[in-house]
């Protein structure tokens, strides 16, 4: 009876394994599907990729080399340092006649990224009606004002 018993739970659990087994296949054929989405992931951030160092490539035969704020100057050697800026902040939107990019050297794209969050926080609090806090402000945007104008 006992032994009965034993062979009873035994054959259950056989049974659930099995069970197990064949969900575990459904579970694969899912898993073959996820790899194949996995793949289109892989193949169009590889294309968006393309796209990216395509603009980057378009805007450098387009434009000088040149900082649009700082007017550096760049050559073969340096090329790396001058970056494209998009200049409504939206990397998907490359029309082809390059209006939507200006070159600038790391620094000054920094600086213009650092100037546009700015902008929007301080546009944040004027729409509140109370001033801009002191301290929010770029110290060194002024100082660059100045260097730009005594240029
Ligand atoms: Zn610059
Ligand atoms: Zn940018």
Redo the contacts with the bound molecule.
């Keep these: 009876m006992c032994n009965n018993y034993a062979k009873y739970v035994h054959t259950i659990t056989l049974q659930a394994e099995q069970g197990q087994v064949s969900d575990m296949a459904k579970a694969s054929t899912g898993h073959s599907s996820a790899n194949k989405l996995d793949e289109i992931v892989a193949s169009a951030r590889q294309q968006s990729e393309k796209r990216g160092h395509g603009y980057r490539e378009q805007a450098l035969k387009l434009y000088p080399w040149l900082c649009g704020r700082c007017g550096r100057e760049f050559t073969h050697s340096n090329v790396r340092e001058l970056?494209?800026?998009?200049k409504n902040?939206d990397?998907d939107y490359n029309p082809p006649d390059g209006s939507n990019w200006?070159l600038?050297c790391l620094y000054c794209?920094d600086n213009?990224?650092q100037r546009q969050t700015e902008a929007l926080a301080n546009k944040g609090i004027a729409l509140d009606g109370a001033k801009a806090p002191e301290a929010t402000f770029n110290p060194f945007a002024d100082l660059k004002t100045l260097l730009d104008r005594n240029k």
Excluded: M, P
């Design positions: 970056t494209v800026h998009h902040h990397h200006e600038l794209h213009e990224h």
